[in-house]
């Protein structure tokens, strides 16, 4: 259990209502110093700032609420190989009320944050109400979403590939396209059902289109006699005049050759410019007839952290000096994908990616500390990535490490290894492994699952005011 110390007499109290009780008798005062720490977003960012806050605050006198949409962490390295059924959807999202020790976890969406008066509007889940929050320290990790550079017909036609539900909404969707293929004699109509094209050339694209390519023409061989697996077409389009930019060419070249060995198309310098429902529009006019896209082309930030009333680097996102600080806020932080952060070294900014974010929480964490405790020196962020790699195929990885490029089954048993171990829970590692384990022995599952129903509970009147501490003791004195 977590104690507090009184910082008056460094009396030390198991609960915070002993905390208050101690405050109010003892020192005759009836504000505390409590502080309020509110962190948004539960993703790499939020999640590791928390989980170091609740280490380095465990014994001071502060409250720490998360706030997230989604009522779990979810490890998005992994989200491709779900698409592909090659993992589980629920074994790589865990309960964010798991990395709670002290903390107060709220289930809400974040509407707006006003940071001269400390204040955030959550409007919660089950009855779609706005609240008020006040804040002495926030963090800010509220990630980005899907950047469709303004063009509607694009974001009404395509999957993105950010969530939980992305995955499992790609996944039904192929197998649905497979069964119809199977059943259909048309042979234009099967060769669009079976055109699955992924926009993007970055990580998440090439990742996203080798496991669809993997899942198709595997559950073909084995579940759909009747389809000519020739009439596969499976499409990468890369803005650039390569792919895996984020690499050295030579290793992004190996990756383009294995991919092309597979059976993927890779159409480099072209752009998706419009989409229908059975199409997509490329700058050169080319028009490819599919039912399947997918979209991974970017980032960009919502609107709560777009419209906020600060610095903004590029597509919205939240400018922060070295220690992770918002200028001229002493008691706001950000970072992950809706922070941009300058890299001294570099002349640079930090890319966006989980790596980064988990980095970037460990020094909010200690920032928040020195703040707390009034000493002068935050800490600057700087970290320099040991490496970056990725799954391209069926035991075929590709890796930078410590400045030497590995490819192959090596590079691919690296990721496997390095991947899980970063797996939150000791349970949810021993899922993935065993997933992955009946995959050398069985055929990925083409079970088509409807659409979850929801019951709405709007209507319900639910009378939830509980009183404060501060309440309760008033009651008790
Ligand atoms: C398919 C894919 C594969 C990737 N692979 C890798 C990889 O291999 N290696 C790597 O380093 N990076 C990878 N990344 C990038 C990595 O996922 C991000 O850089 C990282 O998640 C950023 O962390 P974050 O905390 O800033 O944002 P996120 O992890 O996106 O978390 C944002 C959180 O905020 C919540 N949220 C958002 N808006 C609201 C709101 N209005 N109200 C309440 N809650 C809200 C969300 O529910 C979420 O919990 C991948 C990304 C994708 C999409």
């Not at 989200?79 to 865990?94: C, D, F, K, M, Y």
């Not at 926009?199 to 009747?226: D, L, M, P």
């Amino acid at each position: 259990m977590s104690k507090i110390n009184c910082n008056n007499c460094n009396l030390v109290f198991s609960s915070e209502l002993e905390y208050y009780a101690h405050h109010i008798t003892a020192h005759k005062c009836i504000s505390t110093s409590i502080k309020k720490i509110l962190i948004l977003g539960g993703g790499f960012g939020g999640i590791t700032t928390l989980q170091n806050i609740e280490k380095k605050f465990a014994n001071d006198p502060v409250e720490i609420t998360i706030i997230s949409n989604d009522n779990f962490f979810l490890f998005t390295p992994m989200l491709p190989q779900v698409v592909s059924g090659l993992i589980h959807a629920s074994n790589i999202s865990t309960p964010i009320r798991y990395f709670c020790k002290k903390a107060k976890f709220l289930q809400a969406n974040v509407e707006s944050i006003d940071l001269d008066q400390q204040l955030v509007t959550i409007q919660r889940s089950f009855d779609n109400k706005l609240h008020t929050l006040e804040y002495d320290y926030l963090v800010l990790s509220l990630g980005g979403k899907s950047n469709y550079f303004k063009n509607e017909n694009l974001k009404k036609h395509s999957f993105s590939m950010k969530s939980i539900e992305d995955a499992i909404a790609v996944k039904n969707h192929i197998i649905l396209m497979l069964e119809h293929a199977a059943q259909t004699g048309n042979y234009e109509l099967q060769k669009n059902l079976l055109t699955f094209v992924v926009v993007g050339g970055g990580f998440a694209g090439v990742e996203t289109i080798s496991e669809i390519n993997h899942f198709v023409r595997q559950s073909i061989s084995k579940f759909y006699k009747s389809i000519n697996p020739k009439n596969v077409n499976v499409i990468l389009i890369s803005s650039k005049d390569r792919i895996l930019p984020e690499i050295n060419e030579e290793l992004a070249n190996t990756a383009l050759r294995f991919l092309e060995k597979e059976g993927i198309t890779v159409l480099k310098n072209s752009r998706a410019t419009d989409a229908g429902e059975e199409f997509v529009l490329l700058n050169n006019g080319e028009k490819i007839s599919c039912a399947t896209l997918i979209w991974t082309g970017g980032i960009t930030m919502k609107k709560v952290i777009s419209e906020l009333k600060c610095e903004h680097g590029d597509n919205g996102r939240v400018k922060v000096d070295e220690t992770l600080k918002i200028k001229n806020r002493d008691n706001v932080f950000a970072l992950g994908d809706c922070a941009w952060i300058p890299d001294i070294s570099t002349n640079s900014i930090y890319p966006s990616t989980a790596q980064h974010a988990i980095r970037e929480g460990k020094i909010i964490a200690e920032n928040l500390k020195i703040s707390f405790d009034s000493k002068n020196q935050l800490k600057k962020f700087s970290f320099n990535s040991m490496g970056i790699m990725a799954i391209i195929g069926n035991r075929m990885g590709i890796a930078t490490i410590s400045g030497h490029d590995i490819s192959g089954i090596m590079a691919w048993s690296i990721w496997r290894f390095y991947y899980l171990s970063k797996i939150p829970t000791f349970g949810k590692k021993i899922k993935v492994f065993v997933d992955w384990s009946i995959d050398f022995l069985l055929p990925r599952d083409v079970t088509l699952i409807g659409t979850i129903k929801k019951k709405e509970i709007h209507g319900i009147h639910i009378t939830d005011k509980i009183p404060s501490i501060k309440e309760q003791l008033s009651m008790k004195f």
